[in-house]
């Protein structure tokens, strides 16, 4: 191997700034707490619903029939007659997604705007500075 190629080291990538620890808290209560939040918002939102009788669609009411294979295995039974005995539960997992997906929106709006008004300078002194544009006036 030529001489050339056996000097060459790679040099290590170094971040020219550092995140603060609490920007990674906030995202990882985030993480815990939207699910939990979302949970039980469907929860009580499909309580509601049927005290106050919304127009469920009838393929989500009712309970869940998994396949045969499942109650017959010896560990997995528990869980599928578990998870067979769960009321409503094709109505919970589409208020669930919905609030998660309601949830982690309105927190990431909030998550920015804080960010914005709390976080690094928006441009570097690497940056650019914005083009200074003088537009003359158009007369006919």
């Not at 290590?12 to 995202?27: K, N």
Request: charged share 15%; net charge positive; aromatic share 16%.
């Amino acid at each position: 191997m030529p001489q050339k190629y056996q000097t060459y080291q790679k040099k290590e990538f170094v971040r020219p700034y550092d995140i603060h620890p609490v920007w990674r808290g906030i995202g990882f209560v985030m993480m815990l707490l939207v699910p939990v939040m979302a949970g039980a918002a469907a929860v009580v939102m499909t309580e509601l619903g049927f005290q106050m009788r919304w127009p469920f669609m009838y393929e989500l009411t009712g309970t869940v029939r998994l396949p045969d294979v499942l109650y017959n295995l010896p560990v997995i039974n528990n869980l599928a007659n578990f998870i067979s005995g769960i009321p409503n539960l094709r109505a919970l997992a589409l208020f669930f997604v919905l609030f998660v997906i309601a949830f982690s929106g309105v927190l990431s709006v909030l998550y920015a705007i804080i960010y914005r008004m709390f976080g690094p300078p928006r441009y570097t002194p690497l940056d650019a500075p914005p083009p200074k544009v003088k537009a003359k006036r158009y007369k006919r």
